[in-house]
Protein backbone atom coordinates (compact mmCIF):
# COMPACT_ATOMS: atom_id res chain seq x y z
CA UNK A 1 0.00 0.00 0.00
CA UNK A 2 2.45 2.59 0.46
CA UNK A 3 3.60 4.75 -2.25
CA UNK A 4 -0.22 4.65 -3.77
CA UNK A 5 -0.87 8.12 -5.59
CA UNK A 6 -4.17 9.79 -4.45
CA UNK A 7 -5.86 13.16 -5.52
CA UNK A 8 -8.02 14.44 -2.96
CA UNK A 9 -10.64 17.29 -4.32
CA UNK A 10 -11.72 19.58 -1.40
CA UNK A 11 -14.76 22.84 -1.75
CA UNK A 12 -14.29 25.10 1.34
CA UNK A 13 -18.54 25.16 1.44
CA UNK A 14 -18.57 26.70 5.21
CA UNK A 15 -14.80 28.13 5.67
CA UNK A 16 -13.28 25.56 7.85
CA UNK A 17 -15.76 22.03 8.65
CA UNK A 18 -14.78 20.53 4.78
CA UNK A 19 -10.78 21.46 5.20
CA UNK A 20 -10.54 21.25 8.44
CA UNK A 21 -11.94 17.31 7.76
CA UNK A 22 -9.78 16.82 4.44
CA UNK A 23 -6.46 18.17 5.41
CA UNK A 24 -6.91 15.32 8.76
CA UNK A 25 -7.39 13.00 6.25
CA UNK A 26 -4.67 14.21 4.14
CA UNK A 27 -2.28 13.88 7.14
CA UNK A 28 -3.85 10.85 7.95
CA UNK A 29 -2.99 9.02 4.95
CA UNK A 30 0.30 9.94 4.21
CA UNK A 31 1.70 9.83 8.40
CA UNK A 32 0.15 6.11 8.18
CA UNK A 33 2.26 5.38 4.88
CA UNK A 34 -1.25 4.82 3.33
CA UNK A 35 -1.02 6.82 0.40
CA UNK A 36 0.99 9.82 -1.23
CA UNK A 37 -1.77 13.05 -0.81
CA UNK A 38 -2.09 15.64 -3.62
CA UNK A 39 -5.12 17.68 -1.74
CA UNK A 40 -6.40 20.30 -4.45
CA UNK A 41 -8.65 22.91 -2.57
CA UNK A 42 -10.03 26.38 -3.90
CA UNK A 43 -9.96 28.41 -1.19
CA UNK A 44 -5.89 28.11 0.67
CA UNK A 45 -7.43 31.67 2.32
CA UNK A 46 -9.32 29.60 5.03
CA UNK A 47 -7.03 27.08 4.70
CA UNK A 48 -4.15 28.53 6.13
CA UNK A 49 -6.79 29.88 9.31
CA UNK A 50 -6.68 26.57 10.57
CA UNK A 51 -2.90 25.64 9.12
CA UNK A 52 -0.33 28.58 10.19
CA UNK A 53 2.39 26.53 8.00
CA UNK A 54 0.40 26.98 4.70
CA UNK A 55 1.53 29.93 2.22
CA UNK A 56 -1.63 30.77 0.76
CA UNK A 57 -0.43 32.73 -2.64
CA UNK A 58 1.63 29.59 -3.14
CA UNK A 59 -0.28 27.36 -6.05
CA UNK A 60 1.26 24.59 -5.10
CA UNK A 61 3.35 23.48 -2.05
CA UNK A 62 4.04 20.13 0.45
CA UNK A 63 3.33 20.28 3.87
CA UNK A 64 3.50 17.82 6.67
CA UNK A 65 3.96 15.29 4.03
CA UNK A 66 1.05 16.27 1.40
CA UNK A 67 1.11 17.99 -1.74
CA UNK A 68 -1.52 21.06 -1.64
CA UNK A 69 -2.64 22.17 -4.90
CA UNK A 70 -4.56 25.03 -5.92
CA UNK A 71 -7.75 24.30 -7.45
CA UNK A 72 -9.16 26.28 -10.29
CA UNK A 73 -11.98 25.85 -12.62
CA UNK A 74 -9.84 27.65 -15.14
CA UNK A 75 -7.02 24.19 -15.23
CA UNK A 76 -6.64 22.45 -17.98
CA UNK A 77 -6.33 18.69 -18.25
CA UNK A 78 -2.00 19.04 -18.43
CA UNK A 79 -2.22 20.69 -15.22
CA UNK A 80 -3.59 17.65 -13.04
CA UNK A 81 -1.27 14.99 -14.98
CA UNK A 82 -0.15 12.44 -13.64
CA UNK A 83 -2.80 11.19 -12.63
CA UNK A 84 -3.09 9.12 -9.41
CA UNK A 85 -4.13 5.44 -8.71
CA UNK A 86 -7.44 6.77 -6.64
CA UNK A 87 -9.11 9.85 -6.44
CA UNK A 88 -11.16 11.14 -3.55
CA UNK A 89 -13.93 14.35 -4.06
CA UNK A 90 -14.38 15.01 -0.73
CA UNK A 91 -18.29 15.58 0.43
CA UNK A 92 -19.69 14.83 -2.90
CA UNK A 93 -17.87 17.88 -4.42
CA UNK A 94 -17.98 17.65 -8.37
CA UNK A 95 -14.58 17.19 -9.87
CA UNK A 96 -13.46 19.39 -12.64
CA UNK A 97 -14.90 18.65 -15.98
CA UNK A 98 -11.51 18.43 -17.29
CA UNK A 99 -10.14 16.78 -14.77
CA UNK A 100 -13.09 13.78 -15.37
CA UNK A 101 -12.23 13.66 -18.99
CA UNK A 102 -8.63 12.62 -18.40
CA UNK A 103 -9.67 10.15 -15.97
CA UNK A 104 -12.58 8.75 -18.84
CA UNK A 105 -9.52 8.28 -21.74
CA UNK A 106 -6.57 7.65 -19.88
CA UNK A 107 -5.38 3.87 -20.40
CA UNK A 108 -5.50 3.53 -16.45
CA UNK A 109 -8.80 4.76 -14.98
CA UNK A 110 -8.54 5.79 -11.12
CA UNK A 111 -10.77 4.04 -8.34
CA UNK A 112 -12.74 7.17 -7.70
CA UNK A 113 -14.71 7.53 -4.52
CA UNK A 114 -16.82 9.79 -3.57
CA UNK A 115 -16.38 10.58 0.44
CA UNK A 116 -19.99 11.30 1.79
CA UNK A 117 -21.13 13.77 5.04
CA UNK A 118 -21.14 11.81 8.42
CA UNK A 119 -24.07 10.29 9.56
CA UNK A 120 -25.60 7.78 12.32
CA UNK A 121 -28.66 6.61 9.91
CA UNK A 122 -28.95 3.30 9.98
CA UNK A 123 -29.21 3.09 6.32
CA UNK A 124 -25.71 4.18 5.72
CA UNK A 125 -24.43 0.79 6.38
CA UNK A 126 -26.41 -0.38 3.36
CA UNK A 127 -25.26 2.27 0.79
CA UNK A 128 -21.47 2.33 1.93
CA UNK A 129 -19.52 1.04 -0.85
CA UNK A 130 -22.01 1.18 -3.39
CA UNK A 131 -20.86 1.62 -7.00
CA UNK A 132 -22.32 4.10 -9.32
CA UNK A 133 -21.93 4.23 -13.23
CA UNK A 134 -21.26 7.54 -14.95
CA UNK A 135 -23.83 8.49 -17.05
CA UNK A 136 -21.75 9.28 -19.70
CA UNK A 137 -18.00 7.95 -19.58
CA UNK A 138 -16.74 4.54 -18.39
CA UNK A 139 -16.48 5.42 -14.75
CA UNK A 140 -17.71 4.11 -11.70
CA UNK A 141 -17.62 5.86 -8.62
CA UNK A 142 -18.41 4.73 -5.16
CA UNK A 143 -19.69 5.97 -2.00
CA UNK A 144 -18.13 5.61 1.29
CA UNK A 145 -20.20 6.68 4.41
CA UNK A 146 -18.34 7.70 7.48
CA UNK A 147 -20.56 6.40 10.81
CA UNK A 148 -19.88 4.80 14.00
CA UNK A 149 -20.29 1.06 13.20
CA UNK A 150 -18.12 -1.99 11.66
CA UNK A 151 -20.04 -1.41 8.91
CA UNK A 152 -19.69 2.03 8.11
CA UNK A 153 -16.94 4.00 6.62
CA UNK A 154 -15.63 4.55 10.03
CA UNK A 155 -14.26 7.74 12.21
CA UNK A 156 -11.30 10.14 11.43
CA UNK A 157 -8.67 10.19 13.95
CA UNK A 158 -4.90 10.16 14.03
CA UNK A 159 -2.87 7.10 15.45
CA UNK A 160 -1.49 9.05 18.39
CA UNK A 161 -4.05 10.73 19.14
CA UNK A 162 -5.47 8.98 22.51
CA UNK A 163 -2.17 8.65 23.66
CA UNK A 164 -1.40 12.77 22.88
CA UNK A 165 -4.98 13.38 24.26
CA UNK A 166 -4.26 11.21 28.08
CA UNK A 167 -0.72 12.96 28.41
CA UNK A 168 -1.32 16.50 28.13
CA UNK A 169 -3.66 16.13 30.31
CA UNK A 170 -1.59 14.07 32.76
CA UNK A 171 1.06 17.33 32.09
CA UNK A 172 0.09 19.74 34.92
CA UNK A 173 2.54 21.80 34.04
CA UNK A 174 1.91 22.18 30.62
CA UNK A 175 -1.65 22.46 30.53
CA UNK A 176 -1.10 25.61 32.69
CA UNK A 177 1.56 26.75 30.25
CA UNK A 178 -1.57 25.89 27.61
CA UNK A 179 -3.56 28.18 29.56
CA UNK A 180 -1.32 30.94 29.94
CA UNK A 181 -0.56 31.02 25.73
CA UNK A 182 -4.75 32.03 25.81
CA UNK A 183 -3.52 34.44 28.36
CA UNK A 184 -6.01 32.63 30.91
CA UNK A 185 -4.68 31.48 34.82
CA UNK A 186 -5.62 27.97 34.91
CA UNK A 187 -9.30 27.30 36.39
CA UNK A 188 -9.66 27.33 40.00
CA UNK A 189 -11.66 25.47 42.67
CA UNK A 190 -15.46 25.90 41.82
CA UNK A 191 -14.96 27.10 38.09
CA UNK A 192 -16.45 25.53 35.20
CA UNK A 193 -15.14 25.91 31.76
CA UNK A 194 -16.93 25.94 28.57
CA UNK A 195 -16.12 26.21 24.35
CA UNK A 196 -18.65 27.37 22.54
CA UNK A 197 -18.48 27.01 19.27
CA UNK A 198 -21.50 27.01 17.40
CA UNK A 199 -23.40 28.61 14.02
CA UNK A 200 -25.82 32.21 14.86
CA UNK A 201 -28.32 30.57 17.34
CA UNK A 202 -31.01 32.45 19.34
CA UNK A 203 -30.68 30.23 22.04
CA UNK A 204 -27.47 31.40 23.19
CA UNK A 205 -28.62 34.58 25.31
CA UNK A 206 -30.76 32.82 27.58
CA UNK A 207 -28.08 29.54 28.06
CA UNK A 208 -25.58 32.92 28.71
CA UNK A 209 -27.93 34.31 31.44
CA UNK A 210 -28.34 30.96 32.65
CA UNK A 211 -24.78 30.43 33.35
CA UNK A 212 -24.70 33.74 35.09
CA UNK A 213 -27.23 32.93 37.64
CA UNK A 214 -25.25 29.51 38.35
CA UNK A 215 -25.41 29.90 42.16
CA UNK A 216 -22.03 28.25 43.59
CA UNK A 217 -20.03 27.83 40.42
CA UNK A 218 -19.06 29.91 38.25
CA UNK A 219 -19.43 29.50 34.63
CA UNK A 220 -16.06 30.60 31.92
CA UNK A 221 -17.34 30.87 28.75
CA UNK A 222 -14.62 30.61 25.59
CA UNK A 223 -15.96 32.06 22.30
CA UNK A 224 -13.87 31.78 19.27
CA UNK A 225 -13.48 35.15 17.75
CA UNK A 226 -16.73 36.02 15.55
CA UNK A 227 -18.95 33.56 16.66
CA UNK A 228 -22.77 35.15 18.26
CA UNK A 229 -21.70 38.56 17.26
CA UNK A 230 -25.26 39.67 17.39
CA UNK A 231 -26.33 37.48 19.91
CA UNK A 232 -23.66 38.94 22.38
CA UNK A 233 -24.47 42.74 21.32
CA UNK A 234 -28.14 42.12 23.25
CA UNK A 235 -26.57 40.88 26.74
CA UNK A 236 -25.91 43.75 28.80
CA UNK A 237 -22.27 43.80 29.73
CA UNK A 238 -21.30 41.83 26.93
CA UNK A 239 -21.37 44.69 24.31
CA UNK A 240 -18.22 45.22 24.91
CA UNK A 241 -16.19 42.25 24.53
CA UNK A 242 -13.43 41.86 22.55
CA UNK A 243 -9.79 39.91 22.61
CA UNK A 244 -7.82 40.28 25.93
CA UNK A 245 -11.17 42.38 27.31
CA UNK A 246 -13.75 39.76 28.86
CA UNK A 247 -16.69 40.34 29.97
CA UNK A 248 -17.88 39.34 33.62
CA UNK A 249 -21.76 39.06 34.29
CA UNK A 250 -22.97 37.25 37.74
CA UNK A 251 -20.87 34.27 37.74
CA UNK A 252 -20.16 34.29 34.06
CA UNK A 253 -17.50 35.12 32.54
CA UNK A 254 -16.89 34.99 29.10
CA UNK A 255 -13.43 35.09 27.22
CA UNK A 256 -13.11 35.73 23.39
CA UNK A 257 -10.19 33.45 21.74
CA UNK A 258 -8.45 33.69 18.83
CA UNK A 259 -8.89 31.86 16.20
CA UNK A 260 -7.17 28.18 16.86
CA UNK A 261 -5.12 25.81 15.06
CA UNK A 262 -6.16 22.64 14.74
CA UNK A 263 -3.95 21.02 17.24
CA UNK A 264 -4.99 23.86 19.79
CA UNK A 265 -9.00 23.49 19.10
CA UNK A 266 -8.03 19.67 20.09
CA UNK A 267 -6.61 20.56 23.43
CA UNK A 268 -9.10 23.28 24.21
CA UNK A 269 -11.73 20.64 24.01
CA UNK A 270 -9.76 18.26 26.30
CA UNK A 271 -9.69 21.13 29.02
CA UNK A 272 -13.07 22.34 29.12
CA UNK A 273 -15.90 20.98 31.53
CA UNK A 274 -18.25 21.17 28.27
CA UNK A 275 -17.89 21.45 24.89
CA UNK A 276 -20.74 23.14 22.51
CA UNK A 277 -19.72 22.27 18.67
CA UNK A 278 -21.08 22.82 15.29
CA UNK A 279 -21.06 20.86 11.73
CA UNK A 280 -19.26 17.73 11.01
CA UNK A 281 -15.31 18.23 12.61
CA UNK A 282 -15.34 19.93 16.05
CA UNK A 283 -18.28 17.31 16.72
CA UNK A 284 -16.10 14.31 16.19
CA UNK A 285 -13.21 16.11 17.79
CA UNK A 286 -15.30 16.39 20.74
CA UNK A 287 -16.51 12.46 20.52
CA UNK A 288 -12.59 12.07 20.76
CA UNK A 289 -12.08 14.34 23.46
CA UNK A 290 -14.57 12.10 26.14
CA UNK A 291 -15.71 15.50 27.41
CA UNK A 292 -19.80 15.90 27.45
CA UNK A 293 -21.13 17.86 24.81
CA UNK A 294 -23.58 19.88 23.26
CA UNK A 295 -23.40 19.48 19.23
CA UNK A 296 -25.76 21.96 17.04
CA UNK A 297 -25.92 20.22 13.12
CA UNK A 298 -25.81 22.28 10.29
CA UNK A 299 -29.38 23.45 9.40
CA UNK A 300 -31.32 21.85 6.51
CA UNK A 301 -34.58 23.03 4.66
CA UNK A 302 -37.68 21.33 6.53
CA UNK A 303 -35.81 20.78 9.71
CA UNK A 304 -34.21 17.33 7.79
CA UNK A 305 -31.47 18.08 10.00
CA UNK A 306 -32.87 17.41 12.99
CA UNK A 307 -33.58 13.51 12.01
CA UNK A 308 -30.16 13.33 11.34
CA UNK A 309 -29.66 14.41 15.39
CA UNK A 310 -32.17 12.34 16.82
CA UNK A 311 -30.28 9.04 14.42
CA UNK A 312 -26.95 10.04 16.37
CA UNK A 313 -28.87 10.62 19.71
CA UNK A 314 -30.45 7.24 19.61
CA UNK A 315 -27.32 5.98 18.63
CA UNK A 316 -25.13 7.62 21.51
CA UNK A 317 -27.17 6.72 24.34
CA UNK A 318 -28.90 3.50 23.53
CA UNK A 319 -27.52 1.96 26.91
CA UNK A 320 -28.49 4.76 28.87
CA UNK A 321 -31.07 5.03 31.48
CA UNK A 322 -34.00 6.35 29.93
CA UNK A 323 -34.21 9.51 32.66
CA UNK A 324 -30.70 10.32 31.63
CA UNK A 325 -31.55 10.36 27.67
CA UNK A 326 -34.61 12.09 28.31
CA UNK A 327 -32.31 15.02 29.33
CA UNK A 328 -29.60 14.68 26.97
CA UNK A 329 -32.65 15.03 23.98
CA UNK A 330 -34.20 17.98 25.03
CA UNK A 331 -30.99 20.05 26.02
CA UNK A 332 -29.92 19.20 22.35
CA UNK A 333 -33.32 19.88 20.92
CA UNK A 334 -33.94 23.12 22.31
CA UNK A 335 -30.09 23.89 21.04
CA UNK A 336 -30.58 23.08 18.31
CA UNK A 337 -34.55 24.76 17.51
CA UNK A 338 -33.41 27.43 19.16
CA UNK A 339 -35.68 27.34 22.00
CA UNK A 340 -35.78 30.25 23.93
CA UNK A 341 -36.60 27.91 27.29
CA UNK A 342 -33.30 26.41 26.93
CA UNK A 343 -32.31 27.91 30.50
CA UNK A 344 -34.57 25.06 31.95
CA UNK A 345 -32.87 22.09 29.81
CA UNK A 346 -29.49 22.83 31.10
CA UNK A 347 -30.04 22.84 34.61
CA UNK A 348 -32.11 19.78 34.20
CA UNK A 349 -28.79 18.26 32.10
CA UNK A 350 -26.14 19.58 34.33
CA UNK A 351 -27.86 18.48 37.76
CA UNK A 352 -27.85 14.77 35.94
CA UNK A 353 -24.45 15.11 35.75
CA UNK A 354 -23.37 11.87 37.96
CA UNK A 355 -25.09 9.53 35.84
CA UNK A 356 -24.18 10.28 32.25
CA UNK A 357 -20.33 11.57 32.82
CA UNK A 358 -19.13 8.05 32.65
CA UNK A 359 -21.37 7.06 29.79
CA UNK A 360 -19.70 9.98 28.05
CA UNK A 361 -16.14 8.39 28.60
CA UNK A 362 -17.12 4.94 28.26
CA UNK A 363 -18.44 5.92 24.30
CA UNK A 364 -15.49 7.72 23.67
CA UNK A 365 -13.40 4.44 24.70
CA UNK A 366 -15.48 2.56 22.28
CA UNK A 367 -14.96 4.57 19.38
CA UNK A 368 -11.43 3.84 19.96
CA UNK A 369 -11.24 0.50 19.57
CA UNK A 370 -12.39 0.59 16.51
CA UNK A 371 -10.38 0.89 13.21
CA UNK A 372 -10.13 4.59 12.25
CA UNK A 373 -11.12 6.18 8.84
CA UNK A 374 -8.09 6.64 7.04
CA UNK A 375 -7.18 2.99 7.32
CA UNK A 376 -10.81 1.94 6.17
CA UNK A 377 -10.53 4.52 3.12
CA UNK A 378 -6.95 2.92 2.29
CA UNK A 379 -8.13 -0.94 2.22
CA UNK A 380 -11.39 -0.03 0.75
CA UNK A 381 -8.80 1.60 -2.41
CA UNK A 382 -6.91 -1.12 -2.04
CA UNK A 383 -9.42 -3.76 -2.63
CA UNK A 384 -10.88 -1.88 -5.84
CA UNK A 385 -7.57 -1.65 -7.10
CA UNK A 386 -7.06 -5.48 -7.07
Same mark, same amino acid.
Request: hydrophobic letters at 45%; proline letters at 7%.
Given at each position: ??????????????? !??????????????????????????????? !????????????????????????????????????????????????????????????????????????????????????????????????????????????????????????????????????????????????????????????????????????????????????????????????????????????????????????????????????????????????????????????????????????????????????????????????????????????????????????????????? !???????????? !???????
Amino acid at each position: MPGRTWDLFCRVVDN !FGDIGFCWRLAKGLTAGELARVRLWLDDLQS !FARIEPGLVPRLNEQMLQGVEIRRWKDTLDEAQFMPLPEVVVQGFGCALPAAYLLAMAKGPARPVWIDLEYLSAEPWIDAFHGRPSPHPVYPLVKHFFFPGFTAESGGLLRERDLKSRRDTFRQDGAGVRSWWGALGLAPPVRGERRLSLFCYPNRAALPLLKTLAQAGEETWTVLIPEGILRAELADFPGAADLAMGRPATIGTLRLVMLPFLSQDDYDRLLWSCDVNFVRGEDSFVRAQWAGRPFIWQIYPQEGAVHLTKLEAFLDRYTTEWPQCLTAEWRSLWLDWNSSDLAIGRSWQQWWQGRPGWEPLVSRWSEAL !FEQSDLAWRLAQ !FARDLLK
